[in-house]
């Protein structure tokens, strides 16, 4: 994806007079949409605006990777940038995962496209790759958000990722399609008079007439006949259809070009874009730069994208024969020309590039390395979506192959929720790299990282918990974001065998760890464990200071939604409820339980400790019912994992101080369950009880069953009446103020049985 101002135009272009006054004649419309297949000039349309037109245009062109709401979103944010600053707080951690995605997100989009006070044109061309719900959402409050004066342009090949109807029923889109795009006869006679060759009226009419005005087909009818092909064969044979386009892009331009440039032209298709250090490396040779000017310059059908004749793009349709031709002629050089792009963008910064083309290449052990050199970081600071990306599209052979890229997907398992599959890509993980992976783990990052995951769940119990995490801490580099969470996992399994001053020293260098290595989420989790130690002695004042400093470390990195962060949010909801803050504290221990039921059934050593400090936030809170029914949860919880002293008397002391608790008028079974308040979450956003089920990965009778005993608990009998009613209550977020947040589904819900 690039972002910035519009792309410069080549000299000699047809100005499509016409067309750009209708566009400036209809600024009140807030969407304009440029809809028609490769080579009707759309972008050059949307350039030739943005010349003639006063407003700034922000620039957003999409590549096939970018259907990605997070990578969408900060492109918008960046291009938006451009025209009018953008405040700090709309640079919070976009996220694609639902609910945060339909209930914070996408307002907080909205508010910020609405408050825009410079009129301005935001063009997004190649919408076409826009193909996930999420990023067509994404798209659809940008359009519905744009406030008077300022306009959404949108260029696409295929049909709109937006409620075309509904905005014409409205009247506030202009489409722009085939029939606009076509060059009139006075264009495409420009066009072909531009060949330099006198071409007869009725040839000339013939060949616009079979073209359709089709742009490309036109230019590409020019070239031909420069090459003084027959005008007659021409117009009789030319058309909307490939085959004629496939068999002129070899026989009068690749056939006819030299066999350097043709070698140039075939190695390079393997880019999406180009610039001359980039080619040298795939090339493995020199003069790049130059090369590209020059095939620039004869019109070669190579398109600059800036204007500092740096980078360029090959037309789509020439890349489409030239990698074919190349897979023709050269198949077994296509690997080792994605190799060595990857190469390119790993030394110049660009990571997602490099994996792309590792990726390309087939070679999944590079693949597999360039992830791990992120994995650790990104997980602890919550970026898991980009991580998700990178996998997406690999089978699972493919990440299996890779013991880098297993264990990556075992960890973005565990933060996506999904204890099946974390566990499952970590026997893959295990099975690549030797059943001898517990001799090698002082020895091995990726053997540290099975190791960490292990302790983590410990199913082994919590001594080899602690053996686990010290084992990986010795084997890893002093850089490694890893050393920070064996050093929190470890401190952990001290405090839970009782060994106290242990514990707070190893928590203590974790948590120095975490900071130096910019890992935010075990900081807060190591903060957060060393206040839950100072309270359990009775000193409020040391513990409130070090859970303050969790505070702002989940605020400052936007961390309240990742599951790992439960330790941290159930330390907050208490600390907030002693200090009578009973809204924040509210809000805090609703989402500790939610993410704690996230992470239950990976790490139920915690699901046990966060529930009992949670109930004693709950019986501060006055309400002993969510006490005493989070102390159950405790109790069940803690009978599957097996005897734990320590554990025990948490729960045990919990529940003494439950049960001494003055009696409420409120009834145990007005108090929602960990469970029903997670599906609860999920009612605002757009997604039906069957796609509930498959993000929670439960039945949908279950989904069904907690949503109704939700429903019967507050008093209501529809999903609409639920939301507003949880939400009162503090039960689920609050969405920022902004025009495209309607309170429910989008699509309306279908009441309690949606």
């Avoid at 005008?231 to 259809?241: I, K, P, Q, S």
């Avoid at 929190?488 to 900071?515: H, K, M, P, S």
């Avoid at 529930?611 to 019986?619: F, P």
């Amino acid at each position: 994806m690039a972002t910035g101002t519009s792309p410069a135009l080549r000299a000699g272009l047809v100005p499509r007079r016409a067309l750009i006054r209708r566009l400036r004649s209809h600024r009140s419309c807030r969407l304009v949409l440029v809809s028609a297949p490769a080579g009707y000039g759309k972008t050059t349309v949307l350039a030739q605006w943005a010349r003639a037109d006063e407003r700034p245009f922000a620039w957003v062109t999409l590549d096939p990777g970018d259907d990605d709401p997070v990578v969408l979103g900060s492109y918008l944010l960046a291009a938006l940038a451009e025209v009018e600053p953008v405040d700090a707080e709309f640079r919070a951690r976009w996220t694609g995962d639902e609910p945060m995605f339909s209930a914070t997100v996408l307002p907080a989009l909205s508010r910020l496209i609405a408050s825009r006070r410079i009129p301005f044109v935001l063009a997004v061309d190649d919408a076409q790759h826009v193909a996930s719900r999420a990023s067509r959402a994404m798209l659809r409050v940008v359009a519905d958000a744009m406030p008077v004066g300022s306009q959404l342009a949108i260029a696409s090949r295929t049909q709109a990722p937006l409620p075309v109807a509904r905005l014409r029923a409205q009247g506030v889109i202009v489409e722009i399609g085939i029939g606009e795009l076509a060059l009139d006869p006075a264009e495409a006679g420009a066009v072909l008079a531009a060949s330099g060759q006198a071409v007869d009226p009725r040839d000339a009419h013939s060949i616009i007439e079979r073209t359709e005005g089709w742009p490309v087909g036109v230019y590409l009818s020019g070239l031909a006949l420069r090459a003084d092909r027959d005008t007659v064969v021409l117009a009789r044979d030319l058309g909307g259809d490939s085959p004629f386009i496939a068999d002129y892009l070899r026989s009068e331009i690749l056939d006819s070009t030299d066999p350097d440039t043709l070698r140039f032209l075939l190695r390079t298709s393997v880019l999406d874009r180009l610039c001359g250090p980039l080619c040298d490396a795939v090339l493995a040779g020199t003069g790049s730069a130059e090369r590209l000017l020059g095939l620039q310059r004869v019109n070669l059908l190579v398109v600059p994208l800036d204007g500092r004749d740096r980078w360029y793009r090959y037309h789509q349709l020439l890349s489409d024969e030239l990698r074919a031709e190349l897979g023709r002629r050269e198949p077994g050089t296509v690997p080792l020309l994605h190799a060595r792009a990857s190469r390119w963008y790993e030394a110049n910064g660009g990571l997602d590039a490099a994996i792309w083309h590792a990726k390309a290449s087939g070679d999944m052990a590079r693949t597999g390395e360039l992830v791990w050199t992120r994995a650790p970081d990104y997980l602890s600071t919550g970026r898991q979506d980009t991580l998700r990306r990178w996998l997406r599209d690999l089978g699972e052979r493919q990440i299996a192959s890779s013991s880098r890229l297993a264990l990556s997907a075992s960890w973005l398992s565990l933060q996506s929720a999904d204890p099946e599959g974390m566990r499952r890509w970590l026997l893959f993980a295990e099975a690549r790299e030797g059943a001898d992976w517990r001799a090698r783990i002082g020895h091995s990052e990726v053997a540290a990282g099975i190791a960490i995951l292990h302790a983590l769940i410990a199913v082994d119990g919590i001594e080899s918990m602690r053996a686990l995490a010290a084992a990986a801490y010795s084997g890893l580099p002093p850089d490694s974001t890893w050393r920070s969470m064996c050093c929190l996992l470890e401190g952990v399994a001290l405090r839970f065998t009782d060994r106290i001053g242990e514990a707070e020293a190893r928590l203590r260098e974790g948590e120095q760890t975490a900071l130096s290595l910019a890992a935010p989420g075990v900081r807060a989790a190591c903060l957060a464990s060393l206040g839950n130690l100072a309270i359990d002695r009775g000193d409020w004042r040391a513990g409130a200071a070090l859970i303050e400093q969790t505070r702002e470390a989940v605020v400052a990195n936007n961390l309240h939604r990742v599951s790992t962060a439960a330790h941290s949010m159930s330390a907050m909801a208490l600390l907030l409820a002693h200090d009578g803050d009973r809204a924040e504290a509210r809000s805090a221990l609703n989402t500790a339980r939610l993410l704690s039921a996230e992470i239950s059934a990976i790490a139920p050593w915690f699901a046990v400790e966060g529930r009992t400090v949670q109930a004693r936030a709950a019986l501060l809170l006055g309400d002993p019912a969510e006490a005493r029914l989070l102390v159950d949860e405790a109790r069940t919880i803690l009978a599957a994992i097996g005897p734990s002293p320590v554990l025990e008397s948490m729960v045990e002391s919990t529940a003494a101080a439950v049960g001494a608790a003055p009696p409420t008028t409120a009834a145990l079974d007005t108090t929602l369950s960990t469970a029903e308040l997670r599906v609860m979450q999920y009612l605002p956003t757009h997604l039906s009880f069957p796609q509930i089920a498959q993000r929670l990965r439960l039945s949908r009778h279950t989904v069904k069953s907690q949503a109704l005993s939700a429903y019967r608990k507050l008093g209501v009998r529809s999903r609409a009446d639920a939301v507003e009613s949880a939400r009162a209550l503090g039960l689920i977020e609050s969405p920022p103020v902004g025009p495209a947040y309607t309170g429910g589904p989008p699509d309306g819900g279908r009441g309690d049985t949606s």
